[in-house]
Each structure stands twice: as structure tokens, then as C-alpha cells.
């Protein structure tokens, strides 16, 4: 049985914290807990989870509720934040929602978040729209020691496949950047199997397994966990599957609790 970490996972309880953009959506506007998430991994060995902040109405209370949630089901934290940055293993501000998009990088203020980053050595989550990737390129070259990892495989669309392709290969000579395979938004039960795999063959040659891994994106992706999880078994793209799974997140995210895990 494939053991199996999630680098990216939204668990919500709309009762303690408001999530807007959830109320026209009839399939999210409910409540996703950790029980219920982890029915979704019965056909794996489950090892544990990041939460990924959710951007909620209120940050206060999503940072409490996160914390509440480390300590009853010991999952890792991504949030928004910086209050609670001993709780972190990684630190994510949503750019693809923004207002500024992915300009937001360059600003004062943020650049003050990435310089705390850097001092307590905690990884950047860069969730942008496919459009704005060409941004990542200099922020890299601003931030050369910081541990960058680009959500959602940076969103592709299959009729922008070479496009995208174009823009990530200006990225792979950044050792620091990390592709997480987790689904985006978008992609369906119904996506075509050959550009997936035609994606995953794309990143494994220019950024090879050592920087790759897998992220569910449950509940946002209209992908099941299993059935995301599925893809990655089934395109024989990946040799060290344990390494796309769980070894490489758990080694980025540096937890001392998972030291037994990452060892074979």
C-alpha cells in the first residue's frame, strides 16, 4: 500500500470560520473535516497532512482554528500568518485572488514577510495564476535562498500547454523552487489524461523527482484525493513514487516528528 502525504489540503468549519467565496459554490459551502478527508485515503497508507490556509473572512480566526487543528490531528500549517511562525512549516498569502496579482510579490510589506521567511528558514507557497508566472522568474532571482514551492503545478490550461511549458523552463535552473503536484481548481474527473501525463513528463525531465510532490487540493479540485492520486500511479511517468508522495514534502518541511517517516 502506497504511503502517502498531502502537501495541500483545506479542511474548513464554516460555523468558526466565514469563507466568502465559498457561498456560491452549493459543493464547498459546507463543512470538509479531517475525518471526512481522510475516508478519502482508505486505499493508501495515510501519513499526515499540510493544511493550507483557506483565505477566510477573518485571518484570526482561521490561524486559531489551523492551530486547533494541528494539535488534535498533528497536520503541518500553511497559513497567512506570521504571528505564529514557530507553528509553520511553510507560509502561504493567496496572489491569484489578490487585487495587485502576482505585483503583490515585489511590495514593501511583503518583502518584509519574505525576509522573515528567510530568517526562520520557512518555505514560500506561490499560488498564482498561470498568466503571471513570468513574475515568479524575478522574485526568484531576488530571493535565491528562499525555499519557493508553486501550487498547482503553476495552473496550466491544456490549450496553453507550450506556453506554460515555455514559461516554467525559464524557472528549473532555480534550485530552490519546487513544483507541487497538487490538482488546480479546475481540473475534473472528465480532463484528458494524455495532457496531464504529457504535463507530469514535462516536469519530471526539467525538474526531476527531487523537487516534486503531491498535494490533493481537497476539497477546492473536483478531483477526488484517490482519484488525483491515481493519475500520478498510472502515467509510469515517476520512478520513486515514495519520493513524489511523501518523502520530498516531508523532508521540505522539515517537521522532527517525521524524521522516522522519511526514512525507507
Known amino acids: 500500500m502506497q504511503k502517502i502525504f498531502d502537501a495541500h489540503l483545506h479542511l474548513w468549519d464554516l460555523n468558526e470560520v466565514p469563507i466568502s467565496w465559498l457561498k456560491d459554490d452549493e459543493r464547498l459551502n459546507q463543512n470538509y473535516d479531517f475525518s471526512r478527508m481522510k475516508k478519502e485515503y482508505e486505499n493508501y497508507e495515510f501519513l499526515g497532512a499540510l493544511y493550507v490556509e483557506c483565505n477566510g473572512d477573518d485571518i484570526d480566526k482561521e490561524s486559531l482554528y489551523a492551530l486547533s487543528l494541528k494539535q488534535t490531528h498533528s497536520l503541518l500549517l500553511c497559513l497567512a500568518d506570521l504571528r505564529y511562525k514557530e507553528n509553520l512549516s511553510s507560509f502561504r498569502e493567496v496572489l491569484h485572488t489578490s ?19 528567510k530568517n526562520f528558514q520557512i518555505p514560500f507557497e506561490a499560488c498564482m495564476k498561470n498568466d503571471e508566472l513570468d513574475h515568479l522568474e524575478a522574485f526568484l532571482r531576488e530571493n535565491k535562498s528562499l525555499k519557493v514551492i508553486l501550487n498547482h503545478l503553476g495552473n496550466p490550461k491544456i490549450n496553453h500547454l507550450n506556453e506554460h511549458k515555455k514559461t516554467l523552463s525559464l524557472l528549473k535552473n532555480f534550485p530552490n523552487l519546487y513544483i507541487k503536484l497538487s490538482a488546480p481548481d479546475d481540473f475534473c474527473p472528465q480532463i484528458s489524461k494524455e495532457f496531464v501525463f504529457e504535463l507530469f513528463a514535462f516536469l519530471k525531465e526539467n525538474f526531476s523527482e527531487e523537487r516534486l510532490l503531491f498535494g490533493s487540493n481537497y476539497p477546492v479540485s473536483k478531483l477526488s484525493p484517490s482519484l488525483w492520486a491515481s493519475f500520478i500511479i498510472q502515467s509510469g511517468i515517476f520512478e520513486n513514487l515514495d519520493k513524489i508522495f511523501y518523502k520530498n514534502a516531508l523532508s521540505l518541511y522539515k517537521e522532527d516528528r517525521c524524521k522516522d517517516m522519511v526514512k525507507s
Not at 518584509?112 to 521567511?117: A, C, S, T, Y
Open 99 to 117: 487585487q495587485k496579482g502576482a505585483k503583490r510579490l515585489f511590495e514593501a510589506d511583503f518583502k518584509k514577510k519574505i525576509e522573515i521567511l
